[in-house]
């Protein structure tokens, strides 16, 4: 396991180099943010704001979802990966939030977590994107990135997230999620990450190893992270 000091400065770099990284989703509101969430799984969010550039200027409510039939709403986003059953997620959810929540979005990782299709990351990314309560999501992007860089040792995103939030101090949770999304799009990719370009090249621990140590790393990890049930399931 890395020394403090050097994680520390590993979060220093990645906030120098991706100061002020934000979100590629586009939202206006809870109920957006929490729907582009959803149907980010396995969809690029150019293609999400794609899809709900038109979905929301239509069925701007969850009232106006849960109005559509599963079949309709999987029609609107359709463009997106497993559509099908996204569409029966955000639909039960919508309806969750109209008779339990009077159609607001609930700041509450638990009750956030109790709709369909949403696991411990999408409750973390709302919380922190809509809310601006102190939460950091796990996905793909952040899971690898913190266990390459050795910020993170865990084998689950659960224990990524507690990880994280031990060495990161709180009021910086959200902006370190982003910061590591984007180093992990940029740089530190799931196959063939560019490791002579990186910043954080002279203390990464996985290149510790030499730059086929990452590569070896970088197929075994890609592989299995296709089977990773990361929005299906919470890690509770």
Sequence with gaps: MMEEYSKHRVLEILEKEYRGAATGLVFRNPFELLIATMLSAQTTDRQVNRLTKGLFAKYPTPA???????????????GCGLYRGKAK?????????????GGEVPADRKALMELPGVGRKTANVVLAGAFGIPALGVDTHVFRVARRLGLAAGRTPLQVEWELTSTIP???????????IWHGRKICRARNPLCD???????????????EKVQNQTQQKSDREVQQPWTDRPDR
């Design 64 to 78: 106006d979802l849960v109005r559509l039939s599963e079949e309709e709403l999987a029609g609107e986003i359709r």
């Design 89 to 101: 997620n955000i639909r039960a959810a919508a309806r969750i939030l109209m008779e339990k929540y």
């Design 170 to 180: 709180r009021n910086k949770w959200a902006a370190a999620h982003h910061w590591l």
């Design 197 to 211: 370009g990186c910043p954080l090249k002279e203390c990464c621990a996985a290149r510790a190893g030499g730059p």
